[in-house]
């Protein structure tokens, strides 16, 4: 005992004369401590009763649905249908190598990391089977002029993902979502197309890598297991209006079907069912078929007119034999959407010109569809491409692009230009648009202080002469110049973007300018239903921008054009 002492007493006052190595010693102590515990707390195997540990023992949801590290990528509508080796090949090498007893066994880690996890898996569980929505029928060929799903479209270069695109054509009735390139979504209640091997939809989807999001003309379908059956009703169908019957039916509406007990719901399931974009309600009689220049809705007439209620539906107009009532269906008119560059390097620069705010991009969107080229732009904006305008990368003196779009002002920069199209818009909707833009992104809306505050006030005063002296500067330095009120395309689109087209050269046919007209609206349309509870214009604002209309008013007359619409003054 007095030898331990010693050799105690000895140990202290050498620790004493060196505290560094003391310190030093008991840290290396403790953390040697802290890893032994760490790893009994992963690889130790608590005892379980034999019915918790043998799947085959327990209930199919205790058993059969044990859950694994790889079906965290299930939780968000996809079902588990194929084996191992497929799982594998679509979802990503986290499923492979997880045989059933593997599988298990990561279920049954201990501590607080165990527990965390199975909560995870559990909500991610419970998750799937409320949004259960989806199921992988296979890899499908896939061509720009002749899409297999004829539905909506849309594109997401970004951050696509399986989920969001069965969750757009869920919400919109479809009956099947398909997935290409990565990045594109595509919606259809038929697939027109033949079924090729699943290797062939070898492309990530760009917001969710390891989900495969189909391929170069390859789609990933899944066919929507819709929660309801009037989800794929009329509910989402877009009354037109009533309409003179053609003058040659069966070449402007091909398909017709005699309907003794007539709704509207019937009428636009037959036609959604046919992959037409139109229904057209003829009292016992409905027609499917296209816009066309034998039947473009142009001239609707007096609802008094197609005003005899559908035998099967009380409170709704089914049309009569001679005066139609139209509805526009699910179905996307394809004749539109193909879009492709320049297939030889223009000579000449046309620029898309206007003001912040005017509409630039939803006119690009108008000219894409109308030419099927895409546009370019001046400067890049990474979510614009991300959403489709693949002419955004392009530099802007690249020829590949129809028409380039830019908010420049100043005579250097429009001298550069060969031609425009001068899109101007009322400065007072321009300056929200714009100040949302600035504050909210493309389709967002700028958040209630930023409209109280001081960057309103502050904006526009440095924006509103800059909207005056952008259309000014575009008149006095441009070489041709087509101006364009952004008011105008909205109220007659047809005739408004022929103009368009014209400038730029491209001869288009009027069936595809009234494909455009139904396609017209685009993912950049921001949304109407949020407005401002009170005008944030004060008198004094007011007074400046309307100085500055006049201004505008009198350069445009000057030049034997229309003036600004009477809307602009007063407001």
Same mark, same amino acid.
């Given at each position: ?213 189909? @391929? ?82 142009? !001239?609707?007439? !007096? ?68 030419? @099927? ?20 990368? !392009? ?77 000014? !500067? ?98």
């Amino acid at each position: 005992m007095a030898k331990l002492w010693f050799k105690f007493q000895r140990c202290f006052r050498y620790f004493r004369r060196k505290p560094v190595r003391f310190f030093t010693l008991l840290a290396l102590y403790l953390t040697a401590g802290s890893l032994v515990f760490l790893h009994s707390g992963f690889v130790g195997q608590p005892a379980v009763p034999q019915s918790q540990a043998s799947p085959a023992a327990g209930s199919p949801a205790e058993g059969a649905e044990l859950p694994f590290l790889g079906d965290l990528h299930l939780g968000r509508g996809f079902r588990d249908t194929g084996e191992a080796s497929s799982i594998s090949r679509r979802y990503g090498p986290s499923f492979k190598s997880k045989e059933p007893s593997e599988r298990a066994k990561l279920g049954d880690y201990g501590g607080a990391w165990s527990r965390a996890l199975k909560g995870r898996v559990v909500r991610e569980k419970e998750k799937e089977k409320e949004e259960e929505r989806a199921k992988y029928i296979g890899c499908y060929l896939d061509d720009t002029q002749s899409r297999a799903l004829r539905g909506v479209s849309f594109f997401d270069y970004k951050k696509m993902t399986v989920f969001r695109c069965q969750d757009n054509c869920a919400e919109r009735g479809y009956l099947y979502a398909g997935l290409e390139f990565g990045a594109e979504c595509y919606c259809g209640h038929k697939i027109q197309a033949a079924n090729v091997s699943d290797s062939e939809c070898d492309m990530d989807c760009k917001g969710e890598r390891g989900s495969v999001c189909g @391929g170069v003309n390859r789609l990933s379908v899944y066919r929507l297991q819709l929660a309801q059956e009037s989800a794929r009703r009329y509910g989402s169908a877009v009354f037109r209006g009533c309409f003179r019957r053609p003058n040659n039916l069966s070449l402007a509406l091909p398909v017709t079907a005699a309907m003794p007990n007539m709704s509207v719901d019937k009428c636009v399931d037959l036609c959604t069912e046919k992959e037409y974009p139109l229904a057209a309600l003829a009292g016992t009689a409905c027609h499917c078929g296209f816009p066309t220049t034998r039947f473009p809705l142009h !001239d609707r007439e !007096d609802e008094q007119l197609c005003a005899q209620k559908c035998s099967a539906e009380e409170f709704e107009s089914c049309g009569t034999p001679s005066y139609f009532i139209v509805y526009q269906t699910q179905v996307q008119d394809n004749r539109c959407m193909d879009r492709r560059f320049l297939p030889a390097k223009s000579k000449k620069l046309i620029a898309l010109a206007s003001f912040p705010g005017a509409g630039n991009t939803w006119a690009r969107h108008l000219i894409e569809l109308a030419t @099927g080229f895409y546009t370019g732009s001046y400067y890049f904006d990474g979510s614009l491409y991300n959403k489709g305008f693949k002419g955004e990368r !392009d530099h802007w003196r690249s020829g590949r692009t129809i028409c380039i779009k830019t908010h420049e002002s100043g005579q250097k920069e429009i001298e550069a230009f060969d031609a425009a199209i001068l899109l101007i818009r009322n400065p007072y909707k321009a300056l929200m648009a714009e100040f949302n833009r600035k504050y909210g992104g493309h389709i967002g809306f700028a958040a209630h202080a930023h409209w109280k505050g001081k960057e309103w006030p502050e904006f526009v005063r440095n924006y509103a002469p800059w909207w005056a002296t952008h259309t000014l !500067d575009w008149l006095k330095f441009g070489k041709t110049v087509l101006v364009v009120h952004f008011e105008d395309l909205k109220q007659d689109l047809f005739a408004q973007l022929g103009r368009m087209v014209s400038l730029l050269g491209v001869a288009v046919r009027e069936d595809r300018l009234l494909c455009v007209e139904s396609q017209k609206d685009g993912n950049f349309k921001r949304s109407g239903l949020r407005k401002l509870e009170y005008d944030p214009y004060t008198a004094e604002m007011r007074r400046t921008i309307a100085a500055y209309i006049r201004m505008v008013d009198t350069a445009l007359r000057s030049r034997n054009l229309t003036g600004v619409p009477d809307a602009y003054s007063p407001r």
